[in-house]
Every structure is written in C-alpha cells, then in structure tokens.
T-cell receptor, first 107, second 115 residues
Framework: GQNIDQPTEMTATEGAIVQINCTYQ??????LFWYQQHAGEAPTFLSYNVLDGLEEKGRFSSFLSRSKGYSYLLLKELQMKDSASYLC????????FGSGTKLNVKP | ETGVTQTPRHLVMGMTNKKSLKCEQHLGHNAMYWYKQSAKKPLELMFV???????ENNSVPSRFSPECPNSSHLFLHLHTLQPEDSALYLCASSQELGQGKNIQYFGAGTRLSVL
C-alpha cells in the first residue's frame, strides 16, 4: 500500500492560521482530497487538487506539488468549530487515506 | 446531513453472532464504498461497488460479506467476528468511479464492538 503521511496532532489559537501538511509517494498519483471529520460524525469533503498550485475556498485553501509528493491544507481565521480531524486522501487510482491530523483550536 | 445514512449507529456483538450493517444513499450515485476506521489508523478501503457490481475487494477476511442489491443500498454482513474487528465502519458514495473530481460522501458510520 501507499504511505500517506500527515502530523498526528496540532494545536492553534482562535483567529490564527494553521497549515496541515501531507506527503505521499508520487508514482501513480491521480488526485488528492482533503476531508474534515468532527468526532462522531461523517468525514466531509473540503478540497480537491489534481494540478499543481493553490485552490482557495473561503477560509480554507489547499496546495499541491506533484513533483514533490506534497500537499498542505491552510486554514485561516481559525474558529473553535474548526477543531476536528483533517484527512488527506490520495487516489492512485485506489484511494489511500492518511491517519488524519487532529486539530485543537484554543481560545 | 450528507445524503448517506447508516444504521445502526452503534452495534455490540459477540464473536458467534451474525449481524448486518446497512447503508443507504439518496444522492443518485453509482458507486458505493465500505471503509474501516480504527483508532489512530488510516481509513482502510474494504469494498467498492459500481452499478451494483463489486469492483474491488481489498484482501478483506471472508467473515465480512458485502451485498449491493441496488445502487442506493449497500450492506455489510458480519459473522464470527474477532475482537480486532471492533472499529468504526463507514459507508461512502460517489457519482462515478475513476478519474476526476469524484467526491465521496460519507455516512456517519456504525461503531462496532466485538466482545
């Protein structure tokens, strides 16, 4: 299987900016997805990248570098409700998920 | 509400029991998926169905048996499970399989405990 690596846990302050990184093996890459999962709830789609560059959607942005096997999710103007796990998923074309990054937003 | 409903939300079963998990999607999608989510581990893709045909089976033990009677419903039949099978089982659906921005929509999952 493929290794999708992302940090296990991060803490940030309300109103701040946080960047969650994701790295993967480049061979066979066919698209990268970010999902948000609140405890006890369904993962929900945040963003999709297949070409290099930045995709912006409101307070959330996602960046991709295919040659480096690297993506990040950028969350701006953090709110308490952003406390959740953020899952990086890569299609090879089989889907592989990272273990998720648990983000704690503090007042 | 994601349009994907899973029942039951919680299930406790003994190792000799037989039970089934149910997933229903109201999105008109053609592809459906079963995933296993264990604590601190990546989501593991178990089965994939496209237009009611199983297209992927990722080395899942035979004590898990999927069924897709139509494109809106997906079942996971469980029998003689082991304690290590305790996990959150997630169902997802997408418009199609394959290339492109085929977003998967997830249900809230069934929390399974095997005693």
């Amino acid at each position: 299987g493929q290794n999708i690596d992302q940090p296990t846990e991060m803490t940030a302050t309300e109103g701040a900016i946080v960047q969650i990184n994701c790295t993967y093996q480049t061979s066979g890459f066919n698209g990268l997805f970010w999902y948000q999962q609140h405890a006890g709830e369904a993962p929900t789609f945040l963003s999709y990248n297949v070409l290099d560059g930045l995709e912006e959607k409101g307070r959330f942005s996602s960046f991709l570098s295919r040659s480096k096997g690297y993506s990040y999710l950028l969350l701006k103007e953090l709110q308490m409700k952003d406390s959740a796990s953020y899952l990086c998923a890569v299609r090879f074309p089989k889907f592989y998920f990272g273990s998720g990054t648990k983000l704690n937003v503090k007042p | 509400e994601t349009g994907v409903t899973q029942t039951p939300r919680h299930l406790v079963m003994g190792m000799t029991n037989k039970k089934s998990l149910k997933c229903e999607q109201h999105l008109g999608h053609n592809a459906m998926y079963w995933y296993k989510q264990s604590a601190k581990k990546p989501l593991e893709l178990m089965f994939v169905y496209s237009l009611e045909e199983r297209v992927e089976n990722n080395s899942v033990p035979s004590r898990f048996s999927p069924e897709c009677p139509n494109s809106s419903h997906l079942f996971l039949h469980l029998h003689t499970l082991q304690p290590e099978d305790s996990a959150l089982y997630l169902c997802a659906s997408s418009q199609e399989l394959g290339q492109g921005k085929n977003i998967q929509y997830f249900g809230a999952g069934t929390r399974l405990s095997v005693l």
